[in-house]
């Protein structure tokens, strides 16, 4: 049967609906890569339930889709019979509120990414479902020697993710694999795998005694902190943001206790606490249990360790109104808080707040937009703020708040150069680091040490011809690592067995080059048999909880040295830790990006400051190959103002951030000379703006990434508006690039390898 009648561009399939005139029209955002959202009509019986930031099943050609409706309008003329709404997905109270939706619309305008994704992004996952996720099974893995006989990619797969995992729960596997059942059934038998109901809840925080604890009288310049905070909430607030710079130790979480104090319970509103990586902060959940939680406060914790289940539980409570505080990390940010009254973002430079795929955003940044809709303060708080934050506010855009001592006069660590540049041979730990390390265990005090690489060492090296092994999908050299005795790729999880000879030469000397987080803690318990040594990486804190066991193990002194890359360096406080090692100082600073100065900076000073925040003073030993360099000068003077000083100039020189914007557009593809030709096809594009400065194309640092050809195309500009508008012509350049080649979009780049 043909419809003579024209279809309708870019909406939903026409086909005659009852729909009577008078009826509602709602515009839908559907959870998909659509540019714009598309009309449905409200029928009758729905009409009641269907309103903006409730999500809704909707027919979509000859599937059906979730989507979340954005605005209602009436029916005007029936151009076209438009599809109705097949149901509402929300009973009682709709997945966003009004501001939150309003607030995901500049999300996506700001990020120029398709409504509907941005949603899908803000949403937790048990809500993009059909479904609310009901059971909690888990499957754990059991190794055995039929993991040979493992067919198939499917199961390969589905057995790679669990064993990843030690133990994963079903919900995970529904949202990773299309359709897990039958490859999972297959590995059941084969006894790989073993399936059970879960019984704890996995809230690794739930379980912990809380002792009560009463505001202490702040200091001085804590209280002004307080006061200009608390001046800008409630009804006569206005958008006030802040940046609290005080040095680590210096009480910028009392700060931020005493203004939600009064936000939450003297104007009864809410409080939305971002941190990077709420597992590494369990000391932070602890004191705001404590200060609150027996005031009849409500504290909400959103995390990534938790299961799509116990997200999406937490996300209905905030939608029931039955939450006061919710702590949570970068996608927290989202949470649908309807009297939203202040926002603290806790460590506002660390760069896990940005996302890395998809929805490229900055919780920080969209932190402060969303407290610019709400009229609320936002309090952005580091001891090392972003050089972007910084300027921020000494342009008078933020409001800067300084702690400029230790809380209970507490010193600043001691730090130290230990210059290794005299040394000829590669040396991870100098006599220097080994007799201080000595004098900690003696004292029976405990020591961490960064070291910013994973793994036995960086690669394995012929030491007749120079090959390296190197991954067949990236250009980047694979990992040893010996424990395993697997060579890994760090990007894209390829993994091979080393061969016993050079496969270039023949040659049977191969050897590992560098050293890794592995090779030192084994160094270590060589030099020190006696002392318990553990380490937190990415690759031992891979099974859920190992990382919250490690914490408990520092905080309960049953380690005594604990190895780690940046992750130790965050936010943690160990009262016992008098000594700081940084085995590499010159690893951060030669990295290849403007901001390798910054990052370097920071990185020392806050892996310093977890040194001495107990009773005892701290002492911090930083090895390095160039003493004199000026960041790393400034870190050991803990003088943040100096580098700012120092590396302020050279930003404002080359235009880069806080100077200029940045947005990095890479183009990537199976076919290098494809992915070289769209580049260039790019920029001819982008050259008709003469306020925007274009740099490339240029093949990415990392040229070649899970096997994708990488090119990348910077534009710069001194304004926010000439970018904008270039940016405004992405579904025209989208539209021209080829199939095959992918362009993806950054504002505000970070990451530009
Ligand atoms: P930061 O967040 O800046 O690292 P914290 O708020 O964690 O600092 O404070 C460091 C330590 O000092 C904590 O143990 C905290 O309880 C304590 N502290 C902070 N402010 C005060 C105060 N006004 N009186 C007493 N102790 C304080
Ligand atoms: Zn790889």
């Known amino acids: 049967m043909s419809d003579p009648r024209p ?41 009641a339930q269907v309103h903006p930031g409730v999500r809704v099943q909707v027919p979509l050609g000859r599937r059906t889709a979730i989507g979340v409706v954005i605005s209602l309008h009436p029916l005007q003329e029936q151009k076209w019979e438009l599809k109705p709404v097949s149901a509402c997905l929300d009973r009682e109270v709709a997945a966003l ?98 399936r059970h109901v879960s019984s704890t809840s996995r809230d690794p925080f739930a379980g912990l005694d809380v002792v009560p604890d009463a505001a202490p009288q702040l200091a001085p310049e804590q209280a002004s902190a307080v006061e200009a905070i608390c001046a800008q909430s409630g009804e006569n607030g206005d958008f006030a943001p ?32 971002l941190v990077p990586e709420i597992s590494l902060t369990p000391q932070l959940v602890k004191r705001f249990r404590a200060r609150f939680e027996h005031q009849e406060v409500r504290i909400g914790i959103l995390h990534s360790g938790m299961s799509v289940a116990e997200r999406h539980d937490i996300w209905r409570e905030i939608n029931h109104n039955r939450i006061d505080i919710v702590i949570g990390a970068r996608s927290a940010v989202f949470a649908p808080l309807q009297r939203l009254g202040i926002v603290v973002v806790d460590e506002e430079h660390d760069e896990s707040y940005k996302q890395g795929e998809g929805l490229r955003y900055h919780a920080r940044d969209i932190a402060l937009l969303r407290g610019q809709m709400l009229q609320i303060p936002v309090v952005l708080g580091s001891a090392t703020p972003a050089l972007t934050s910084f300027a921020r506010a000494r342009d008078g855009h933020m409001t800067l708040l300084s702690l400029t001592h230790r809380a209970m006069e507490r010193p600043m660590p001691v730090v130290e150069v230990v210059d290794l540049s005299g ?63 697997l060579l890994k ?75 780690g ?76 103002h100096a580098f700012c000083r120092l590396e302020l100039p050279m930003r404002e020189m080359l235009g880069y951030p806080p100077y200029g914007y940045l947005v990095n557009m890479v183009c990537s593809g199976l076919n290098r000379a494809e992915v070289e030709k769209s580049a260039e096809h790019l920029c001819q594009q982008l050259q008709l703006h003469t306020e925007v400065e274009i740099l490339g194309p240029a093949p990415c640092p990392l040229f070649r990434l899970r096997n994708r050809f990488r090119v990348q195309v910077l534009l710069k500009a001194a304004k926010r508006y000439p970018l904008r508008q270039v940016l405004e012509r992405l579904p025209e350049f989208n539209a021209r690039l080829p199939k095959q080649v992918n362009l993806i979009l950054d504002v505000d780049p970070l990451d530009m390898m």
């Open 489 to 563: 790729c760090n990007y894209c999880d390829y993994t091979e067995a080393p061969s016993e000879s050079c496969p270039a030469c023949g040659g049977a000397t191969i050897e590992p080059q560098g050293v890794g987080t592995e090779q030192l803690e084994q160094t270590l318990q060589e030099h020190f048999p006696a002392a318990r040594i553990a380490r937190m990486d990415r690759d031992s804190t891979r099974t859920k909880g190992s990382q919250q066991r490690l914490v408990d193990q520092m905080e309960s002194q049953s380690v005594d040295i604990l190895v």
């Open 565 to 640: 890359t940046q992750m130790i360096a965050k936010g943690h406080d160990f009262s016992g830790v008098t000594l700081v090692g940084v085995i590499d100082a010159d690893a951060a600073l030669n990295f290849p990006d403007f901001r390798a100065a910054e990052r370097c900076f920071s990185l020392l000073a806050q892996v310093a400051g977890r040194a001495g925040r107990g009773s005892m003073p701290g002492r911090v030993l930083v090895q390095t190959r160039s003493p004199e360099n000026p960041a790393l000068e400034c870190a050991l003077q803990h003088d943040y």
């Open 7 to 47: 279809s309708r561009p870019a909406t939903a399939d026409t086909i005659p609906a009852d729909i009577a005139p008078g009826s509602m029209v709602a515009e839908v955002a559907l959870l998909a890569p659509l540019p714009n959202p598309l009309s449905y009509a409200v029928p009758e019986e729905l009409s």
């Open 242 to 273: 802040f940046l609290l710079h005080g040095v680590t130790g210096s009480g910028k979480t009392e700060v931020y206790l005493h203004a939600i104090a009064h936000v939450v319970q003297h104007l009864k509103q809410q409080a939305l606490v």
């Open 423 to 485: 040394i000829k041979q590669p040396c991870v730990l100098g006599e220097k680091l080994l007799g201080a390390l000595e004098q900690t265990l003696e004292a029976g005090e405990q020591a961490l040490l960064l070291l910013n690489r994973r793994g036995y060492s960086p690669y394995l090296i012929c030491r007749d011809c120079g090959t390296t092994f190197r991954c067949p999908n990236c250009d980047i050299t694979l990992t040893w690592y010996r424990s395993q005795t």
């Open 97 to 194: 509120d009004p501001a939150s939706v309003a607030f995901m619309q500049r999300v996506s305008t700001y990020y120029v990414h398709p409504l509907g994704l941005t949603l899908k992004t803000a949403l937790p996952a048990g809500l993009t479902q059909q479904n609310p996720p009901a059971e909690k099974q888990e499957i754990s893995y059991r190794p055995g020697e039929a993991e040979g006989e493992v067919r198939g990619t499917k199961q390969q797969a589905l057995l790679d993710f669990i064993r990843t995992q030690g133990e994963a729960r079903m919900e995970d596997l529904r949202a990773s694999f299309p359709q897990p059942h039958a490859p999972l059934k297959r590995l059941e038998e084969k006894g790989l795998v073993k």
